[in-house]
């Protein structure tokens, strides 16, 4: 009981209980900036089906036309709190209407019928629905993780499939009937989550325990992870979403004299590769290698800027160029070097690839053209 009434004052701050018996409230709900001011008597046995809400001339007017669905929700409300929730959708979607006279409204009961399909599900599966009930967020926790669906339905809803966006590294689609709900979205929703779990496990094993350069913050439908693996030298990994535990696409970027050894190992050691173990352990045991953690790097242990502009980040591409000479190993961003080379008279051109000098140790150094310069 006290913590549904932490969560009524902390939803409807303005909406206080008149007498220690707490059968009646009065005070304000918001909606779209505005208050509108409310009383509402409760029984004895603080039923609310059998309650009475008043209302000022204001507030009646706006919910003229709904005045049904009021009373329909509070009948089946399973407590004050999830009624004034309701209560305030349905003021949202008639400030809405009634801004917007010219466009043709859904019936009311549609936003009934919507309302319910919420309360089935659970008010805290909801994070966020707009006024006219077109958009609507919902979000399930799995295994730890937090994961959002955007619901964006249509004129014809249900008779129409709504849209669906969500952060997955597979396309998501649903399977859609004239009698389908929001349930059955959510339902299809968990189900493809669950299916995603041991992709996301592996994932967040790397992100956990080695250091991630690239994406800085990964979504959760990137499958692409680029990893220090020593001083000046990464690896970028493409993983499966379906097949997380496989081998995936690797490129090594460093010096040669360094990222050859690495590609040899694979080579050599591919056999050792074993889908029922993680994809981080199988790569530790191919590589022959510890992964180092960014918490027991030193900065100066990765030199992670550009020796052209002394930068990180170049429009959101890292270095990933570095000067082959083992007394070196200056990494650049490709742009960078490319610019630096082209503007050299010693430089010269052999197909696609750039003959130079590094621009710190004045060693040559290639370039490789890729579509990355047009």
């Known amino acids: ?93 008639a400030l809405k209407n009634k801004k917007e006279p010219h466009e043709l409204s859904p ?8 309302i319910g399909e919420i309360r089935t599900l659970g008010w805290d599966k909801l994070v966020s629905v707009d006024p006219c009930f077109s958009t609507i967020k919902l979000k399930a926790d799995v295994s730890g993780r937090e994961h959002l669906i955007t619901v964006k339905l249509k004129a014809k809803y249900p008779a129409e499939s709504p849209d669906c966006v969500v952060d997955f590294p597979v396309p998501f689609s649903v399977s859609w009937t004239p009698q389908s709900s929001l349930i059955s979205i959510y339902t299809q929703f968990l189900a493809a989550v669950e299916s995603l779990k041991t992709f996301w496990d592996v994932m967040d094993e790397i992100d956990e325990k080695t250091w991630v350069l690239e994406p800085e913050k990964p979504t959760r439908s990137a499958t692409a992870r680029r990893i220090v ?81 002394y930068a990180y980040q170049l429009d959101g591409a890292i270095p990933d160029q570095v000067c082959d000479n083992s007394q070196c190993g200056q990494s650049f961003h490709y742009i960078c070097l490319y610019e630096w080379l082209r503007g050299l008279l010693t430089s010269r051109q052999s197909f696609n690839i750039i003959f130079g000098e590094c621009p710190y140790c004045s060693k040559p150094i290639t370039l490789k053209m890729s579509g990355r310069k047009a």
């Open 1 to 93: 009981m006290a913590e549904t009434e932490a969560t009524l004052l902390r939803q409807f701050p303005l909406f206080l209980p008149q007498n220690r018996e707490k059968t009646v409230y009065e005070g304000f709900i918001s909606a779209q900036g505005r208050d509108f001011h409310l009383r509402l008597l409760l029984p004895k046995d603080l039923q609310l089906r059998n309650a009475r809400l008043l209302c000022s001339w204001q507030l009646k007017t706006v919910l003229n036309g709904y005045h049904h669905i009021v009373q329909q929700r509070m009948q089946q409300s399973p407590d004050l709190v999830s009624f004034m929730m309701e209560l305030k959708m349905v003021l949202e979607v």
């Open 107 to 114: 019936p009311p009961k549609f936003y009934s019928s919507l």
């Open 229 to 309: 693996l020593g001083n000046n030298v990464s690896i970028n990994i493409e993983v499966d979403p379906r097949h997380p535990t496989m081998l995936p696409e690797c490129c090594f970027l460093g010096a040669d004299h360094v990222v050859k050894p690495l590609g040899i190992r694979l080579s050599r050691n591919i056999h050792l590769w074993d889908p029922e173990n993680s994809l981080l352990q199988n790569l530790k045991d191919v590589l022959e290698i510890d992964f180092p953690a960014r918490a027991i790097l030193e900065k100066s242990d990765f030199s992670m800027d550009c020796g052209i502009c």
